[in-house]
């Protein structure tokens, strides 16, 4: 097999990028932006999958890595007793009780001959079930809040190892995507669209106002750490590292910064080189090949038997999986969920962005695009500020024009994000490393 050099300059230019951010900010800034250029890379590959094996257009990234991020809550923290004690079995009662009704409903749906009488019926059964639903549920959900609100004011999670939500992350982002998806595929890629960025917004407006479930926009701070991810404090009191820290000449507080962002960083490199092996591996599969056929023509693989509307759900469960499993890694590698930093620019535009400039149906290209668009969102802010003060070096400090120019600085990001996927678009209309 031929070694590709245009796709090694590529990643070694970024490469340089990062190491001259460590030379010339900090250390720690280029391993923030490699352990986030890592997440941001799996949410790419797992976006790739949805759209470039399989042409589905998920509008709905967002609501998929919040499902990750809230799976961290429900599997690492430790459960509060006194609200399970309060209200949490009549929470769960109520919460069964919706379930069993929406059931029953299918189940009557079904037995049922159509018309008028089926639908009086259905009609019937939903509102008294709701209602029942609701006061069951209600009174379970005040009495959890109203335990501590100002520190916990929820039920809590399992108390399991953290890394453990990341599988889990991916659990319940496939669930979401299988219920979307039963609705949704089969139907023109523009009612996908819309169903998938809809849900999205219901998903996060649910994470935000029930505070039973992981505190709303009180967020939920402090979560652990996955093992064997130190924290800085335990490392600051370790004379062997102080010496270590001593003969490299870091203070120990930078130098511990630099570890616990390092150990992100090998869990994260694994994590994403099994998803990406797993990726290629099915890329070249005959599923895989299957799929882009299915993609670059639907009629015609129907008519070759194949079940389209079958095969989409099953890659969109996966694409959306691997996307619910990046935000249990991000919510873990900042340590706190909060609910409302979920915003459709930052984890759904800019995750596209990283596909399409990366090369769609590439999943090296996924890759790629993840740090090289991360990497620009952090360093561009920044870098406009020292440009626009080096153009307004010369005017005088209170000239209005100097003070818009300075203040335009903070608008670069959105402006360099489009700037890039034009050049992109222009030069290189199928990616960086686009697909063979």
């Not at 590529?10 to 190491?19: C, D, K, P, Q, S």
């Not at 399989?54 to 923290?77: D, I, P, Q, S």
């Not at 620019?345 to 290209?365: A, E, H, K, Q």
């Amino acid at each position: 097999m031929s070694v590709n050099w245009r796709n090694i300059g590529l990643f070694a230019i970024v490469a340089v990028l990062i190491v001259w951010t460590g030379l010339f900010q900090s250390w720690n800034s280029a391993l923030l932006i490699v352990n986030m250029g890592l997440v941001s890379a799996i949410m790419a590959l797992g976006v790739n999958m949805q759209w470039g094996f399989a042409g589905l257009f998920n509008v709905g990234v967002m609501g998929f890595v919040a499902l990750g991020g809230l799976a961290v809550v429900l599997v690492g923290e430790a459960p509060v007793r006194e609200a399970w004690a309060a209200g949490g079995v009549r929470v769960l009662a109520g919460l069964a009780t919706a379930v069993g009704v929406v059931a029953a409903a299918v189940v009557l749906y079904r037995r049922m001959k159509p018309g008028r009488a089926r639908g009086l019926a259905l009609l019937a059964w939903l509102v008294v079930g709701f209602f029942v639903y609701r006061w069951i549920f209600d009174a379970g959900v005040e009495a959890v809040e109203a335990i501590d609100p100002a520190a916990t004011g929820f039920l809590g999670g399992l108390g399991l190892p953290v890394i453990l939500a990341w599988p889990v992350g991916g659990l319940l982002a496939a669930g979401a995507a299988w219920a979307i998806g039963k609705t949704a595929l089969g139907l023109r890629s523009d009612y996908l669209a819309i169903a998938t960025l809809g849900i999205s917004e219901i998903v996060i407006a649910v994470l935000k106002n029930e505070d039973w479930l992981a505190r709303g926009v009180k967020n939920v701070n402090g979560l652990d750490r996955p093992w064997p991810v130190p924290y800085e404090v335990e490392l600051q009191q370790s004379g062997r590292f102080l010496d270590w820290a001593a003969n490299w000449g870091f203070d120990p507080i930078t130098a511990s910064s630099i570890v616990v962002k390092l150990s992100y960083a090998g869990l994260f490199v694994v994590v994403l080189g099994i998803l990406l092996w797993m990726s290629q591996a099915a890329l070249n599969s005959p599923w895989g090949r299957m799929m882009r056929a299915i993609r670059d023509n639907e009629t015609a693989a129907e008519a070759m038997g194949k079940d389209v509307t079958r095969r989409h759900l099953q890659v969109f469960i996966l694409g959306s999986a691997v996307i619910g499993i990046a935000g249990a890694m991000m919510t873990t590698l900042d340590g706190l969920f909060t609910p409302g930093t979920y915003q459709p620019l930052r984890y759904t535009f800019l995750i596209w962005v990283m596909v399409i400039v990366g090369g769609s149906g590439s999943n090296w290209g996924a890759v790629l695009g993840g740090f090289v668009i991360w990497f620009f969102w952090v360093q561009v802010e920044p870098l406009g500020r020292w440009l626009m003060e080096l153009i307004t070096a010369g005017m005088a400090d209170g000239s209005a024009l100097k003070a818009h120019l300075l203040a335009s600085a903070a608008h670069m990001r959105l402006l360099t994000m489009g700037v890039i996927l034009l050049l992109v678009l222009r030069f290189s209309p199928r990616g960086l490393i686009p697909e063979k």
